[in-house]
T-cell receptor
Framework: DTGVSQDPRHKITKRGQNVTFRCDPI?????LYWYRQTLGQGPEFLTY????????KSRLLSDRFSAERPKGSFSTLEIQRTEQGDSAMYLC??????????????FGPGTRLTVL | TQLLEQSPQFLSIQEGENLTVYCNSS?????LQWYRQEPGEGPVLLVT?????EVKKLKRLTFQFGDARKDSSLHITAAQTGDTGLYLC??????????FGTGTRLTIIP
């Protein structure tokens, strides 16, 4: 399977614990995005990378959240001191910036986080 | 805060019926995309509309972009049970990040 993969698919943690999610984009895609989706809502943009550079962060991304893409390939999203409000589906997407107006983003299956 | 409002939020119809889902915004987008999302999966792109007034057809699905590029509609003809899912519109501006709508959960009853 050469699509976007995310690990783990499900994570249950206790409030106050740290969690880390991983996203492996489609090979050679230079852009990688993180979104958060709560129940009954559409996904909301969190941050995105072009290669290893983090180009934009949403105001939704508090200082407890950090994302990295150290070698311009896979990315990690870490949440420190989790809160119940962090419970959501965390989606990763990748695209190939090729100079066109709109580059298709391909989404992974998501990581569902439940904070008890 | 979702900038794109979708209506209806929930829709349940019989197989074979037609339906229309709306996506409205006060903002202008360079393009608008429609996705379908299955439970436990990420959204899958159905179509991208770019030009104001543009109409695109994908088998039984017809997508239209408003003249002012602020709104869009998705029309499904003769709905099938396989059309069941969460339909999301998403506006694109500038740096390609997507602004998703609130979603329409569609259920087709056999």
């Amino acid at each position: 399977d050469t699509g976007v993969s995310q690990d783990p698919r499900h994570k249950i943690t206790k409030r106050g614990q740290n969690v880390t999610f991983r996203c492996d984009p489609i090979s050679e895609h230079n852009r990688l995005y993180w979104y958060r989706q709560t129940l009954g809502q559409g996904p909301e943009f969190l941050t995105y990378f072009q290669n290893e550079a983090q180009l934009e962060k949403s105001r939704l991304l508090s200082d407890r959240f950090s994302a990295e893409r150290p070698k311009g390939s896979f990315s990690t999203l870490e949440i420190q001191r989790t809160e119940q409000g962090d419970s959501a589906m965390y989606l990763c997407a990748s695209s190939l910036l090729a100079g066109r107006d709109t580059d298709t983003q391909y989404f992974g299956p998501g990581t569902r986080l439940t904070v008890l | 805060t979702q900038l794109l409002e979708q209506s209806p939020q929930f829709l349940s119809i019989q197989e074979g019926e037609n339906l229309t889902v709306y996506c409205n915004s006060s903002s202008v987008f360079s393009s608008l995309q429609w996705y379908r999302q299955e439970p436990g999966e990420g959204p899958v792109l159905l179509v991208t509309v770019v030009t104001g007034g543009e109409v695109k057809k994908l088998k039984r699905l017809t997508f239209q972009f408003g003249d002012a590029r602020k709104d869009s509609s998705l029309h499904i003809t003769a709905a099938q049970t396989g059309d069941t899912g969460l339909y999301l519109c998403a506006g694109v501006r500038g740096n390609e990040k997507l602004t998703f709508g609130t979603g329409t959960r569609l259920t087709i009853i056999p």
